[in-house]
């Protein structure tokens, strides 16, 4: 491989561990796509360099002096399959980047998220104060290319093919394609079969003759799994507030009945009351049309057609005797209603 390029200068990124840093002010699939392409460098990484675990399955024939990673690039949804557009954007990134050459591109492509379906629900438990928590499964498929680009063919396909070792067969021997970090949640599957390795193609520098960029893709589909940590707080009530009459006292609401509602002829009709105050109770102006319980449960019995009104009364005030009530310090309020066959 070229070895007239500044010694080697690539860093590695660590993956993104906690549920927190995975999640917080980002969006899930960017986010997954993120930590894929760094645990996708960290592997690749332990044969590139010369501390890496897996470095002896390549100590006689690769030299990384000056290899850099770059993974902050996104394919289009034209690039995805257009291999012009993908020179041209090449092209155009080393016009401006020559110096970060050679390079391994690990470039995504497009995310899939998935139905995690009877596994969605990982764990949930409810803790003292009523809370909720609990974990949820996140699915998903990201397509990514790993692009080899060198100064010369041979050494495009020297580590392109050694990456493409990398991903089959040696990630299934070493480690089942399974990258884990073992203090996050994630889970990163490389792909058993399907990896795809391009032809080696030539991409010329906008206005430089002399150079020349040797590149050559990988692609292929992996999967991806987390879990979400969420938390739903204890359940809240608040009652609302009462509305307050001419005369200073509450007035109840009706849930189910409406001012001038048509009620028909037959079974009674349950009414749904909140706010009923112990010293209320309910009455009817005409008791030949309908006739009404005055204590709970209240259910309204229909007798002829007709129209009538129901009373709310608060009986801790004293009446005048016969038919008068002193309606300004009993009566609290009233709803019209018409009863029909």
């Known amino acids: 491989m070229t070895t007239n390029q500044p010694p080697l200068g690539y860093t590695l990124a660590p993956p993104p561990g906690t549920l927190k840093e995975i999640f917080s002010n980002y969006r899930m699939a960017d986010k997954a796509v993120t930590i894929a392409k760094s ?23 690769l030299s990384p002096v000056g290899l850099q990673f770059v993974t902050d690039l996104t394919y289009d949804d034209q690039m995805k399959t257009s291999p012009n557009l993908r020179k041209t954007y090449l092209a155009r990134f080393f016009a401006e980047n020559v110096g970060r050459l050679p390079s391994i591109l690990i470039i995504d492509t497009g995310v899939e998220v998935l139905d995690s379906g009877i596994n969605d629900l990982v764990s949930a438990y409810q803790n003292t104060d009523g809370s909720w928590e609990g974990f949820l499964c996140s699915y998903l498929k990201i397509s990514l290319s790993v692009t080899t680009a060198t100064l010369s063919e041979e050494d495009t396909s020297t580590l392109s093919t050694m990456i493409s070792l990398m991903m089959n067969p040696l990630s299934t021997i070493i480690n089942q394609g399974v990258i884990r970090d073992p203090e996050a949640l994630w889970e990163f599957r490389l792909p058993l079969s399907g990896v795809t390795v391009g032809q080696a193609s030539s991409v010329q520098i906008e206005g430089d003759t002399k150079t020349t960029v040797w590149t050559r893709a990988i692609d292929m589909v992996c999967e991806f799994e987390t879990q979400i940590g969420i938390k739903i707080p204890p359940p809240t009530y608040t009652a609302p507030q009462p509305v307050i009459g001419q005369n200073g006292k509450p007035i109840p609401r009706f849930l189910n009945l409406v001012p001038n509602q048509e009620i028909p002829l037959g079974s009674g ?13 309910l009455g ?11 204590e709970p449960p209240y259910v309204l019995q229909p007798k002829r057609q007709g129209k009538c009104l129901l009373l709310v009364i608060d009986r801790s005030e004293k009446m005048e005797t016969g038919d008068t009530r002193n309606k300004s310090v009993c009566y609290i309020t009233d709803v019209p209603f018409t009863i029909v066959r």
């Open 39 to 61: 645990a996708l460098q960290k592997y690749i990484d332990s044969f590139l360099n010369p501390a890496g675990a897996n470095r002896k399955y390549f100590t006689s024939s």
């Open 269 to 281: 009709y349950p009414l749904l009351i909140e706010g009923m105050l112990l010293n209320y109770y």
């Open 284 to 294: 009817v102006s005409d008791p030949s049309v309908a006739l009404v319980t005055s």
